[in-house]
Every structure is written in C-alpha cells, then in structure tokens.
C-alpha cells in the first residue's frame, strides 16, 4: 500500500517548492492589495515557521523532512534561472533540512500581531518574531519546464539516498504558461519517480491576477477554462489516499480521483491548498 | 500480586528520544502509560511527570473538586522543570499550548468478587483481580484470557485509531476532559494478563488478534529488550506497525509466572530475596535513567507469608474468604420509622392496650430524620385489618378497647413525667404505625372532649352570673381606682383621713368615759 509511511527521523520528507519569479508576478493578486510575488513569500515563510514550530521539540528540531525551495525565472536575455530561493545563510543550497532551517533564517522580522478579545472587543497588539526564509523577486519569463527538469535532477539524487521514505511533494507555485515549452513531458518525467512508498507527487497551484472563482482539486477535466488549466490538470498527481481522507476530514467536498490542483487561487486558497498538500502525510498530522 | 515487564523502542533509535514513558508500582498496584504528542513541545517530560504521578496519588477524574487540582499540581511540576528564559524563536509559539499526552492506568486490586462471565476453564478457587482505572486518548489496556483477547480499552479494532484522540495537556486550556476519560473496571482471574501499550503498539497487537496471530505473552515476556527492538525494527520495515515510539508494559495477573517452567525465569526474576515479611524479585536488568530502551521493572513483591516453609517459590495466593452479606438494611428503611434500639415485645394486656388496633386507613407520624430518604424507604405496609390478619397470629381472646381502660392511660396533662410512664409501648415495629395513630387519636379526642365540656359549663345560669359579678366587681374596682387618683380622690383621700381622725377621737373618748365609768 503506497503512501504509508510514517515520517521519521530514519525515513524523513521531503518538500520541494518550485516557485514562478517572472515579472508577472509583480501583479497583484487576485482579491488583494499586494502582489503575488509578497503573498506567495508570505505563505511559504509562514509553512516553514509552522513546520519549524512542528517539529521542535524537547531536543531542539527534530530532523524529519527536508525541504528545497526553487525559484525560475529568464533574465534580460531570456536565458533560464533556476536557483534556489532560500536567503541568509542557506543562499544556494538545493535541499536543507528543516533542522537548518529552523536554525538559520535568512533574518527575524519583528511583527505587529492583532489580536481582538472576544469578550470585550478591545484590540490587542501583540509582537510577534516573524523568520524569512525566501525575499520577493520578479523577473523575466516562465521557463517551467527547465524548473521541472532540475527539480527532476534535485529528487533523483535525494530519492536515491532515501529510497523507503513517503515520496517527496512537490508544490509548483506560478500565475501564467509556460515559456520554454510543453511542460507536460518533465511533469511526467518527474512524477515517474518513485520510493519504495510511492511516485514523487506534484501539486500545481496557479494565482489568479483576477478575482475570478476558483477552485481546487478537479477529479475531471471536463469544465476547466482554457488551456493553460487544462495542462495543470494533467500535470498534477491524483491525490493518494490519505490526502484525499485528510481533505474530505477538512471539509472539503471531494471526488475520487481529484489531483491536487489549483486555479484561480486567491491567498486563502493558497494557504489551503499548501495545507492540504503536505500536511496529510503520515506523522505530520 | 501480579508482575509485570515493560518493554520501549523509540521512533528513533539514533537520537534515543522516546516520548512515551510507563511506570509500575506493585506497592501500589498501579500500573501506567503515556504517549507524549511528538508535534508538542517537552512531551517527553510530560508523560514521564503524569506517570510518575499517577503512581504517586491516583487521580479519580470524576472528582470534580480533587482532580483538578492534582491536574494543577502536575502541570506545575512540567513548568517548572522549564527553563522559560532560554527558548528559541520556534520553541516560544508552542509553550502557550504546552505538551500533550495520552494516558491509561489501571489498579490492580484483589477482589472476592467472581465475574458473572466466568469462562468454564477458571478453576473456581482461583483468586480474582479487580483492574480498574481510566483511559484517555488512543493508548490501550487489553485483557487476554487463555491465548484469546477478551477486550481493549478505550480503542476495540486496529481501524479505529485516529490521528486525533483526546490528550491530557500541560497547559490549561480550558478544555474539559471529564468526559473524555474512558473507565476501566473488570474483574479478572490469575494468570490472565493484562497488556498496557502506546498507540502503535496497540494498533499492532490489534491487528496481530484480528488476523489471528495473537501474541503469545510468554514468548514476549522472555524477550531481552535488545530482542524487542529488533521485533520493532522489523515489523516496521515491513510496515506492520506505525514509525512511533513503541511501549508496552506486560502484567501477568497472579503470582503463577514464577511456577511456570517456560518462563525464563532468569530474565524475568533471577533473584529471590525475603525482605521485609515479603519475598522480592529483583530483576538483573535496571534501566539507565539516559537510556533509550526502557526495560524490566524495578522490583516484584510477592505477597507470602514469613513462616511459610516455601522459601524459593512463592505459594499459591489463597483464594480470598467470602464477605460477609451486606448488612440487612435498618428497620427504619423500611418502615419509615428511625428506630435506634430494638422495642422489646409487650404482652397485648399489660397496659390495656390490646397491639392489634382497629383502626380504619392510620397515618404514620411523619419522622424527623434526614438519614431516612423517601427514596430509601421500602413501600409502607397496608394497615393491618382483621380480614387480612391471619388468625393464627392474633390472641387468643382478643380484647376490644375498653373506654374505661382507655381514659387510664391517657396521658395527664400537668405530669409529662407520668405520660411518658404510662405510655403504651408497642408489641414490634410492625405494630408501631397503629400505635402511634392510636396515640394521635386519643390527644384529638382528648382536646375535643375538653373543648365540650368547657362549652357544656359556660352555658349554665350560675357561670353567667359569676361571670357577670365578678365583671362587674372588676369595673368598680377600676372606677373607684380612677376616682382616688384624681383631683376628687385626694379630697376624698382628706375626707377620711379627717372623718378617721374624728372617728378615733370619738371613740377614744368613749372608751376612756367607759373606764372611768367602771
């Protein structure tokens, strides 16, 4: 039985986030006042505070997952750049762990928490250390399928040193088509790989510039706007069983056979799709 | 009493860190398991700090008013092992939800109670064990009876655990977990054993007795804990059982262990030593407080007589002595009546009273006694009738109420003393009601009667005119009063004092005309 096993120090995770820096980016997003390239580095600083918080524990962080984030984009001659996104002290490395992570942030931003008392009303503000991880970039194109194609390299090389590990996760995070190509074939090429636990899963969340509806999770693709949706959806992974379990527990309305994808997401969207995404796998709920 | 072996593989052997913890105590008899929550912070401290609580005052989580003050009490034993000003950015956010834990412990209590459900093969002078406690969250306490698994609480099936159950926290959360406390109470022979385990552990001995390759608890018990892990380790690569801490703690009921060839003894008992009135069995291995593998227990105390003749193995346990019946309940139970001492019979004729009254539908005196709930009290026995009466337990010649015999012993008013004497005494308490209604009927008789006659001589001529002069007598009395302490009275008051003065004058001279004259 596939995508069983338990997330451990011995067999850990692995994440991979595969983040659009083109120059649409720069665009706000749907339903918002700030631009998806804010938004987008809000929400994965964020997923990692909450995977640093989870896995500390009386021993400091417990090093069960690694997680890589990659950023792509074309500079002013179109020529691709895959780089890892990180910041600080983990500039340029492919995939660290969450120990290192937790460890080294790029910086501690100091925030102002709102919180309202319920009873009374009254408003609280409350500080509140905020670490970053990955800074806002906008430029160029969208060469996704040389993104899939390094992120195809990066977890054969990781797979090959945890071949009983739950396969990695990858969330492929971008707002348009892609430039260098079908990316179809390395979406393929890289959900082809496999642990003893399972295929690697991609999941692709495109961010809407519009405040069109959305939606998540398709089981079909019958309905879906254009085509630029259309290759999302073969793109992604049908959700396994505990993703798909965890999600209808969540509330969600599911069908058989839905692949984890998103259109038109807005920032709730986002957080719930990266939620739903990496959040079911066993050990880390 | 019973012994018992614990058992502990962590998640990870590398680091060591097992947040599950389990304690024993056959001083006590308590036996207890925790599961620290990995995704919450110092779990392991935690479950370690309610076990070793658990052992040292167990909790009723009933009690509304005690539990949760030991729950307080435990919670700042956790805080204060904490050094708050020294933790990390990641470690700040989960202090304000604390740790979490699953817990199951048990009691293990001699009983003399024998189960309704008794399987045929338990020889009927086994000796019985009442296992009682509580469960909350997924760790299990599972009771095997010859080879078969006969229940598992608070999870019954291998599917039904979650990846939520309900955890105690460090911090108050303000979450009630009364009702989340799952309660454990059987009754258990000898030589059944009784298996506490974390989570993933209980899952795969579900599973194992779902699938019909129950566990044989012998073979376990003789594993070294290195042979544990590698059961452990194994299992999990073939998945069998979740990557989790893995605990579980074996109690054999009884003393019957140590009789028993195919234990290895060796592992489970290599030493046999009298010590204070008790024989104990200190088992070789002791765990290292740092150690990841968590083993035997500490110490088994057998409970064995000092002058039994048996020095190496410990005797049989003597099957309990039946108690005593419940006492009957108190007579005023059931007949509504507080009755301290027991009314000793008197002869129906002694005071005139004949005990068996006629005497249509009697109310019993309400009784001032806050001990005797209605609720407690059995329905009150019809009143007695001659019809319903059988005849064999009435006197020979029964007597009907004499009038005459009846005013004797009522009661005079001026002379409590003599009422309390003269009182009719009942011949048992199931005459009691009509005596007592007997006794209400003659004071209202009594008051009537009285009443009557008062009226009978207020209506007679030589009254009314009694009534009417000494009335009358009284106003004057109160006029001449009147008068004399007015204006008029004091010249009254001079009028008599002079007609006095004249009066004695006068017969002064009288009387002294009359002495010259002699």
Same mark, same amino acid.
């Given at each position: 039985?596939?995508?069983?096993?338990?997330?451990?120090?011995?067999?850990?995770?692995?994440?991979?986030?595969?983040?659009?820096?083109?120059?649409?980016?720069?665009?706000?997003?749907?339903?918002?006042?700030?631009?998806?390239?804010?938004?987008?580095? /809000?929400?994965?600083?964020?997923?990692?505070? /909450?995977?640093?918080?989870?896995?500390?524990?009386?021993?400091?962080?417990?090093?069960?997952?690694?997680?890589?984030?990659?950023?792509?984009?074309?500079?002013?001659?179109?020529?691709?750049?895959?780089?890892?996104?990180?910041?600080?002290?983990? &500039?340029?490395?492919?995939?660290?762990?969450?120990?290192?992570?937790?460890?080294?942030?790029?910086?501690?931003?100091?925030?102002?928490?709102?919180?309202?008392?319920?009873?009374?009303?009254?408003?609280?503000?409350?500080?509140?250390?905020?670490?970053?991880?990955?800074?806002?970039?906008?430029?160029?194109?969208?060469?996704?399928?040389?993104?899939?194609?390094?992120? +195809?390299?990066?977890?054969?090389?990781?797979?090959? +040193?945890?071949?009983?590990?739950?396969?990695?996760?990858?969330?492929?995070?971008?707002?348009?088509?892609?430039?260098?190509?079908?990316?179809?074939?390395?979406?393929?090429?890289?959900?082809?790989?496999?642990?003893?636990?399972?295929?690697?899963?991609?999941?692709?969340?495109?961010?809407?510039?519009?405040?069109?509806?959305?939606?998540?999770?398709? &089981?079909?693709?019958?309905?879906?706007?254009?085509?630029?949706?259309?290759?999302?959806?073969?793109?992604?992974?049908?959700?396994?069983?505990?993703?798909?379990?965890?999600?209808? &527990?969540?509330?969600?309305?599911?069908?058989?056979?839905?692949?984890?994808?998103?259109?038109? &997401?807005?920032?709730?969207?986002?957080?719930?799709?990266?939620?739903?995404?990496?959040?079911?796998?066993?050990?880390?709920? | 009493?019973?012994?018992?072996?614990?058992?502990?593989?962590?998640?990870?052997?590398?680091?060591?860190?097992?947040?599950?913890?389990?304690?024993?105590?056959?001083?006590?008899?308590?036996?207890?398991?925790?599961?620290?929550?990995?995704?919450?912070?110092?779990?392991?401290?935690?479950?370690?700090?309610?076990?070793?609580?658990?052992?040292?005052?167990?909790?009723?989580?009933?009690?509304?008013?005690?539990?949760?003050?030991?729950?307080?009490?435990?919670?700042?034993?956790?805080?204060?092992?904490?050094?708050?000003?020294?933790?990390?950015?990641?470690?700040?956010?989960?202090?304000?939800?604390?740790?979490?834990?699953?817990?199951?412990?048990?009691?293990?209590?001699?009983?003399?109670?024998?189960?309704?459900?008794?399987?045929?093969?338990?020889?009927?002078?086994?000796?019985?064990?009442?296992?009682?406690?509580?469960?909350?969250?997924?760790?299990?306490?599972?009771?095997?009876?010859?080879?078969?698994?006969?229940?598992?609480?608070?999870?019954?099936?291998?599917?039904?655990?979650?990846?939520?159950?309900?955890?105690?926290?460090?911090?108050?959360?303000?979450?009630?977990?009364?009702?989340?406390?799952?309660?454990?109470?059987?009754?258990?022979?000898?030589?059944?054993?009784?298996?506490?385990?974390?989570?993933?552990?209980?899952?795969?001995?579900?599973?194992?007795?779902?699938?019909?390759?129950?566990?044989?608890?012998?073979?376990?018990?003789?594993?070294?804990?290195?042979?544990?892990?590698?059961?452990?380790?194994?299992?999990?690569?073939?998945?069998?059982?979740?990557?989790?801490?893995?605990?579980?703690?074996?109690?054999?009921?009884?003393?019957?262990?140590?009789?028993?060839?195919?234990?290895?003894?060796?592992?489970?008992?290599?030493?046999?030593?009298?010590?204070?009135?008790?024989?104990?069995?200190?088992?070789?291995?002791?765990?290292?407080?740092?150690?990841?593998?968590?083993?035997?227990?500490?110490?088994?105390?057998?409970?064995?007589?000092?002058?039994?003749?048996?020095?190496?193995?410990?005797?049989?346990?003597?099957?309990?002595?039946?108690?005593?019946?419940?006492?009957?309940?108190?007579?005023?139970? $059931?007949?509504?009546?507080?009755?301290?001492?027991?009314?000793?019979?008197?002869?129906?004729?002694?005071?005139?009273?004949?005990?068996?009254?006629?005497?249509?539908?009697?109310?019993?005196?309400?009784?001032?006694?806050?001990?005797?709930?209605?609720?407690?009290?059995?329905?009150?026995?019809?009143?007695?009738?001659?019809?319903?009466?059988?005849?064999?337990?009435?006197?020979?010649?029964? $007597?009907?109420?004499?009038?005459?015999? *009846?005013?004797?012993? *009522?009661?005079?008013?001026?002379?409590?003393?003599?009422?309390?004497?003269?009182?009719?005494?009942?011949?048992?308490?199931?005459?009691?009601?009509?005596?007592?209604?007997?006794?209400?009927?003659?004071?209202?008789? *009594?008051?009537?009667?009285?009443?009557?006659?008062?009226?009978?001589?207020?209506?007679?001529?030589?009254?009314?005119?009694?009534?009417?002069?000494?009335?009358?007598?009284?106003?004057?009395?109160?006029?001449?009063?009147?008068?004399?302490?007015?204006?008029?009275?004091?010249?009254?008051?001079?009028?008599?004092?002079?007609?006095?003065?004249?009066?004695?004058?006068?017969?002064?001279?009288?009387?002294? $005309?009359? $002495?010259?004259? *002699?």
């Amino acid at each position: 039985m596939p995508y069983k096993m338990e997330i451990s120090r011995q067999n850990k995770a692995c994440f991979l986030f595969l983040l659009d820096q083109s120059y649409s980016m720069c665009e706000p997003l749907g339903g918002s006042q700030r631009r998806k390239c804010d938004e987008l580095c /809000n929400a994965i600083n964020s997923w990692l505070q /909450n995977m640093t918080i989870r896995a500390s524990g009386d021993q400091g962080i417990k090093d069960w997952m690694d997680i890589g984030v990659f950023g792509y984009r074309t500079n002013s001659y179109g020529q691709p750049i895959i780089a890892p996104a990180l910041q600080g002290p983990l &500039a340029g490395s492919p995939i660290v762990s969450i120990r290192d992570i937790g460890m080294n942030p790029a910086r501690i931003e100091q925030r102002i928490q709102y919180i309202q008392d319920q009873t009374t009303g009254q408003t609280f503000e409350i500080p509140n250390e905020c670490p970053v991880w990955v800074d806002p970039c906008c430029e160029g194109g969208t060469p996704m399928c040389n993104m899939l194609y390094t992120a +195809h390299q990066t977890l054969t090389e990781w797979i090959s +040193h945890h071949q009983y590990s739950f396969p990695p996760i990858v969330v492929h995070i971008t707002d348009g088509e892609s430039q260098d190509g079908d990316p179809r074939p390395y979406a393929q090429a890289l959900t082809r790989l496999s642990t003893m636990d399972g295929n690697v899963l991609l999941f692709n969340c495109h961010l809407s510039s519009t405040p069109a509806p959305g939606f998540m999770f398709p &089981a079909n693709p019958y309905g879906l706007p254009d085509m630029l949706a259309q290759y999302l959806y073969e793109m992604s992974s049908i959700l396994p069983e505990p993703f798909f379990n965890h999600a209808i &527990a969540e509330g969600l309305p599911l069908q058989r056979g839905a692949r984890g994808m998103a259109f038109n &997401a807005d920032m709730v969207c986002l957080i719930q799709f990266l939620n739903m995404g990496t959040q079911a796998a066993p050990g880390l709920r | 009493m019973f012994v018992f072996k614990g058992f502990s593989h962590p998640k990870d052997p590398q680091t060591g860190v097992n947040e599950d913890a389990w304690r024993a105590d056959d001083l006590q008899n308590v036996v207890v398991v925790s599961d620290g929550a990995s995704s919450s912070l110092f779990s392991s401290s935690w479950a370690n700090i309610l076990c070793q609580s658990v052992i040292e005052s167990v909790p009723d989580p009933m009690d509304h008013f005690n539990f949760p003050k030991w729950l307080e009490r435990v919670r700042q034993k956790w805080i204060n092992g904490i050094d708050l000003n020294n933790l990390s950015w990641y470690q700040k956010p989960k202090m304000a939800s604390g740790a979490f834990a699953t817990l199951v412990w048990a009691t293990i209590d001699q009983s003399a109670e024998i189960p309704d459900d008794l399987d045929d093969d338990v020889p009927l002078d086994s000796a019985f064990f009442r296992i009682y406690g509580y469960a909350l969250g997924d760790a299990c306490l599972m009771h095997f009876h010859s080879g078969r698994l006969i229940r598992s609480i608070p999870v019954v099936r291998s599917v039904d655990f979650d990846s939520t159950p309900p955890l105690v926290g460090s911090v108050n959360l303000g979450v009630d977990l009364t009702a989340s406390f799952v309660p454990i109470d059987f009754v258990v022979p000898e030589g059944d054993w009784i298996i506490l385990a974390t989570d993933a552990m209980s899952q795969w001995i579900l599973s194992q007795c779902e699938n019909g390759s129950i566990p044989d608890w012998r073979e376990f018990w003789n594993q070294t804990p290195e042979q544990y892990d590698e059961l452990v380790e194994r299992i999990r690569l073939e998945q069998q059982i979740r990557v989790d801490d893995s605990t579980v703690l074996l109690c054999c009921i009884g003393s019957d262990v140590f009789l028993d060839r195919e234990f290895n003894v060796e592992t489970a008992a290599p030493e046999i030593r009298q010590e204070d009135n008790r024989f104990s069995v200190t088992p070789e291995y002791k765990p290292e407080p740092s150690s990841p593998v968590t083993s035997v227990g500490k110490t088994v105390f057998l409970d064995i007589p000092e002058e039994s003749p048996i020095a190496s193995v410990p005797p049989r346990p003597i099957p309990p002595l039946p108690q005593p019946e419940p006492a009957p309940e108190p007579s005023s139970a $059931k007949t509504g009546f507080h009755q301290t001492t027991e009314i000793p019979p008197l002869p129906p004729d002694e005071l005139g009273i004949n005990s068996e009254f006629v005497i249509p539908n009697p109310k019993p005196k309400a009784v001032d006694n806050p001990s005797v709930r209605p609720s407690q009290s059995a329905p009150r026995r019809p009143a007695p009738s001659p019809a319903s009466k059988p005849a064999a337990s009435r006197p020979a010649t029964p $007597k009907r109420i004499n009038p005459s015999q *009846e005013r004797r012993i *009522e009661p005079p008013k001026s002379n409590e003393e003599e009422y309390k004497v003269a009182q009719p005494q009942p011949r048992s308490e199931q005459k009691m009601s009509t005596y007592m209604a007997e006794l209400e009927r003659r004071k209202v008789a *009594e008051i009537e009667q009285e009443e009557q006659r008062k009226k009978e001589e207020e209506s007679k001529f030589g009254y009314q005119f009694q009534k009417g002069m000494s009335e009358g007598i009284q106003d004057m009395k109160e006029g001449i009063s009147e008068l004399l302490s007015g204006p008029v009275g004091e010249q009254a008051k001079e009028a008599v004092k002079k007609g006095k003065e004249k009066v004695t004058k006068f017969f002064g001279r009288l009387f002294k $005309k009359g $002495k010259e004259d *002699e």
